[in-house]
């Protein structure tokens, strides 16, 4: 094959796919597209806003330490964070719909439009890839199905940083566009490319109407297991609320695969501080003045429930070994699979009045995938800090 | 507007290379991870579900002698985008042996209630749609219901 002829097959080639101008609906238009955008950055910057919060209420010593009031802040912002991507998710897909014809728009002659062109499409291949891997990650991280290799925590917060820096990019390189669109009536034909001749069978405030209720509903039917009120109504929430204490569990006593260490009698809780070690089989601690709270186990996932915890407060039991305030705790749990099986409890939640070594839950006690014999429960933590079947509290210097 | 432009432009890419220098720093391997997942959900969505939404429409174009009600497709919108974000729930893709609190629901039963409230919804205001057209199109003021 001569080099004229593969220049001739690969010309018809690209002629055989659609072109930005074959698509004639007037749905896929500008004025479709940010007004959608607008309620999907709203959700964005939501969506952002929490999850930074998310990401400090992990790190053992972030940037402003995480407070411990009120009780259900952590509660609140993830909830937030799930429902806002959520909703999110359709309004994506819409957008996407409206846009779809650019990305088959074939490429400008002159070297200088290609260049613009170039660095606009990459912004916009950043902010799609980025957003679409967010929006899939959360979603299956929040029905507990996790199929990738990647680390979930960390890759979720550095791809939001490359959405959020992307989405203003576009923003920015839109904004003319969005003031004129937005500024029009939604029929009008601003921005319209001239090939948007066909009539669709509904009007685009309808789409625009139609995209808002998708995400709404989307939001009633998964919410349950973070707004109470929508326990019933959430059809495809990835939990009722029960479980055993009714109290939903994330990983239990066999996944974390220490059934027969928290239930032997050789169990022990070692505390230390400096030179100073006791020791407490689960007896003694019933034996020490037990304290019962109402707190929230609030999960990344975003579902949350309240319950009812009684144990020994954790402060009560650190002053038997003479440790001053204002000082970390390590608490390491007996779970030999699985992660966050040592964790570092700040010292603000150490001192704080309301943070347990939680014995019994809702009046009965600790049930085994609660954390028997022993765990934690501290105000405004997320749930996978809030240790089960503690071992160890050691007292950092 | 040119100044304020630049500004954001300027200020999206450096979040933006933030965020690139984070991913870079968790290491070789879960950046192919990532990578792979970056590009796949966009290859997943430009190279599949556009293409199949576009395939519907046409088939659903040419089927219907007449352009389709309002309502049908606002619901097939909400059902189809719905179902779509809670189908790793519905298919129990999560699920795990030993934990009765996870995917605790009937989701079969959860999935053909909400589409058949949206069926309903959908014939109620179709007929209701047509109802109000046809007394416009008859009385003496058009438009009122």
Same mark, same amino acid.
């Given at each position: 094959?001569?080099?004229?002829?593969?220049?001739?097959?690969?010309?018809?080639?690209?002629?055989?796919?659609?072109?930005?101008?074959?698509?004639?609906?007037?749905?896929?238009?500008?004025?479709?597209?940010?007004?959608?955008?607008?309620?999907?950055?709203?959700? !964005?910057? +939501?969506?952002?806003?929490?999850?930074?919060?998310?990401?400090?209420?992990?790190?053992?010593?972030?940037?402003?330490?995480?407070?411990?009031?009120?009780?259900?802040?952590?509660?609140?912002?993830?909830?937030?964070?799930?429902?806002?991507?959520?909703?999110?998710?359709?309004?994506?897909?819409?957008?996407?719909?409206?846009?779809?014809?650019?990305?088959?728009?074939?490429?400008?002659?002159?070297?200088?439009?290609?260049?613009?062109?170039?660095?606009?499409?990459?912004?916009?291949?950043?902010?799609?890839?980025?957003?679409?891997?967010?929006?899939?990650?959360?979603? !299956?991280?929040?029905?507990?199905?996790?199929?990738?290799?990647?680390?979930?925590?960390?890759?979720?917060?550095?791809?939001? #940083?490359?959405?959020?820096?992307?989405?203003?990019?576009?923003?920015? +390189?839109?904004?003319?566009?969005?003031?004129?669109?937005?500024?029009?009536?939604?029929?009008?034909?601003?921005?319209?490319?001239?090939?948007?001749?066909?009539?669709?069978?509904?009007?685009?405030?309808?789409?625009?109407?139609?995209?808002?209720?998708?995400?709404?509903?989307?939001?009633?039917?998964?919410?349950?297991?973070?707004?109470?009120?929508?326990?019933?109504?959430? +059809? !495809?929430?990835?939990?009722?609320?029960?479980?055993?204490?009714?109290?939903?569990?994330?990983?239990?006593?066999?996944?974390?695969?220490?059934?027969?260490?928290?239930?032997?009698?050789?169990?022990?809780?070692?505390?230390?501080?400096?030179?100073?070690?006791?020791?407490?089989?689960?007896?003694?601690?019933?034996?020490?003045?037990?304290?019962?709270?109402?707190?929230?186990?609030?999960?990344?996932?975003?579902?949350?429930?309240?319950?009812? #915890?009684?144990?020994?407060?954790?402060?009560?039991?650190?002053?038997?070994?003479?440790?001053?305030?204002?000082?970390?705790?390590?608490?390491?749990?007996?779970?030999?699979?699985?992660?966050?099986?040592?964790?570092?409890?700040?010292?603000?939640?150490?001192?704080?009045?309301?943070?347990?070594?939680?014995?019994?839950?809702?009046?009965?006690?600790?049930?085994?995938?609660?954390?028997?014999?022993?765990?934690?429960?501290?105000?405004?933590?997320?749930?996978?800090?809030?240790?089960?079947?503690?071992?160890?509290?050691?007292?950092?210097? | 507007?040119?100044?304020?432009?630049?500004?954001?432009?300027?200020?999206?890419?450096?979040?933006?290379? #933030?965020?690139?220098?984070?991913?870079?720093?968790?290491?070789?391997?879960?950046?192919?991870?990532?990578?792979?997942?970056?590009?796949?959900?966009?290859?997943?969505?430009?190279?599949?579900?556009?293409?199949?939404?576009?395939? +519907?429409?046409?088939?659903?174009?040419?089927?219907?002698?007449?352009?389709?009600?309002?309502?049908?497709?606002?619901?097939?919108?909400?059902?189809?985008?719905?179902?779509?974000?809670?189908?790793?729930?519905?298919?129990?893709?999560?699920?795990?042996?030993?934990?009765?609190?996870?995917?605790?629901?009937?989701?079969?039963?959860?999935?053909?209630? !909400?589409?058949?409230?949206?069926?309903?919804?959908?014939?109620?205001?179709?007929?209701?749609?047509?109802?109000?057209?046809?007394?416009?199109?008859?009385?003496?003021?058009?438009?009122?219901?």
């Amino acid at each position: 094959m001569g080099l004229t002829e593969l220049r001739e097959r690969t010309e018809a080639l690209i002629a055989t796919v659609p072109d930005e101008d074959d698509f004639t609906s007037r749905l896929r238009s500008p004025a479709v597209a940010a007004r959608v955008g607008v309620w999907l950055g709203l959700c !964005f910057g +939501v969506c952002f806003i929490t999850g930074l919060i998310s990401h400090e209420a992990y790190v053992t010593h972030p940037f402003i330490a995480f407070p411990t009031r009120p009780v259900n802040l952590y509660r609140v912002t993830q909830g937030l964070h799930v429902i806002s991507g959520t909703a999110a998710i359709p309004l994506l897909l819409v957008k996407l719909w409206a846009v779809f014809p650019k990305l088959l728009a074939r490429p400008p002659k002159s070297v200088r439009h290609l260049l613009v062109e170039a660095l606009e499409r990459t912004s916009i291949a950043a902010l799609v890839a980025a957003s679409i891997f967010q929006l899939a990650s959360g979603l !299956f991280n929040a029905a507990q199905w996790y199929p990738w290799h990647f680390h979930f925590r960390a890759t979720h917060y550095s791809v939001a #940083w490359i959405a959020i820096g992307s989405l203003i990019v576009h923003i920015a +390189v839109k904004l003319p566009l969005i003031r004129d669109v937005l500024g029009a009536d939604i029929e009008s034909g601003v921005h319209d490319r001239a090939s948007m001749t066909g009539t669709p069978p509904i009007s685009r405030r309808a789409l625009v109407r139609g995209a808002l209720t998708a995400s709404s509903v989307a939001v009633l039917t998964q919410a349950g297991s973070t707004i109470p009120l929508l326990r019933k109504v959430s +059809v !495809f929430s990835p939990r009722s609320g029960n479980g055993p204490g009714h109290l939903p569990v994330n990983r239990t006593a066999h996944g974390a695969g220490c059934v027969a260490a928290a239930l032997s009698t050789d169990y022990r809780l070692t505390l230390t501080y400096g030179t100073k070690q006791m020791v407490f089989t689960r007896a003694e601690l019933e034996q020490l003045r037990q304290r019962t709270h109402d707190l929230p186990i609030a999960c990344v996932e975003g579902w949350s429930k309240n319950a009812t #915890w009684t144990g020994v407060r954790l402060r009560d039991l650190l002053d038997q070994v003479g440790a001053p305030r204002g000082k970390d705790v390590k608490a390491t749990s007996l779970q030999t699979r699985g992660a966050f099986g040592t964790t570092t409890l700040p010292s603000q939640f150490v001192d704080d009045p309301l943070t347990l070594l939680a014995l019994g839950l809702n009046g009965e006690t600790l049930p085994l995938d609660h954390g028997y014999p022993a765990r934690l429960i501290a105000p405004d933590r997320p749930g996978v800090l809030q240790t089960k079947w503690i071992t160890q509290l050691e007292v950092l210097a | 507007m040119t100044a304020l432009r630049g500004f954001l432009i300027a200020l999206g890419v450096g979040i933006a290379v #933030w965020g690139v220098h984070v991913l870079l720093g968790l290491g070789r391997h879960n950046l192919i991870a990532a990578l792979t997942w970056l590009v796949g959900g966009v290859v997943l969505h430009d190279g599949v579900l556009a293409p199949i939404t576009i395939a +519907v429409f046409f088939v659903i174009s040419r089927v219907a002698r007449r352009p389709l009600p309002v309502p049908v497709i606002v619901g097939g919108l909400v059902l189809s985008t719905v179902t779509l974000l809670a189908s790793p729930t519905i298919l129990r893709l999560g699920l795990i042996k030993d934990n009765d609190s996870l995917l605790d629901r009937n989701y079969t039963v959860g999935w053909l209630v !909400f589409a058949g409230l949206t069926l309903l919804i959908v014939t109620a205001a179709t007929l209701r749609g047509r109802r109000s057209t046809k007394e416009g199109h008859d009385g003496a003021h058009p438009g009122r219901r």
